[in-house]
């Protein structure tokens, strides 16, 4: 499935792999109002949310994918650990997928203050 290999590629802060999984206008955005907010497009954006995510410590562990022909929804396991910090929680993750690749994601974090606050 496509959002387990992307995800893997994101853990592994594999670049180059996630872009082959990502269309060239994909829009990712990661909602609060943490200093890693906002919106991240294209294949400049895919690595800029790598390297927030190497920067921040995170790790994702799919818990439950539901998947139509359009839509694919995780809930996953978030993990980090940096500078003396941590955090452990469940995020929602909301992606659309077009002619194979992912065009559009979503971070829902299902504890906004605790996800904000571990990113500042």
Not at 23 to 36: K, N, Q, V, W
Request: aromatic fraction near 12%; charge should be negative; proline fraction near 2%.
């Amino acid at each position: 499935m496509i959002i387990t290999a992307a995800l893997d590629a994101f853990n592994t802060r594999d670049s180059d792999a996630i872009s082959r999984y990502v269309s060239e206008d994909y829009a990712y955005t990661l909602h609060g109002r943490g200093p890693f907010a906002g919106v991240y497009k294209g294949f400049e954006g895919v690595s800029r949310i790598v390297d927030a995510g190497a920067a921040l410590g995170f790790k994702v562990k799919p818990l439950l994918v539901l998947a139509d022909a359009e839509y694919v929804f995780v809930l996953g396991k978030l993990t980090g650990e940096r500078e003396g910090k941590t955090i452990e929680t469940e995020n929602c993750y909301i992606y659309r997928v077009r002619d194979g690749k992912l065009v559009e994601g979503r971070n829902v974090p299902t504890d906004q203050y605790a996800f904000d606050e571990y990113c500042r």
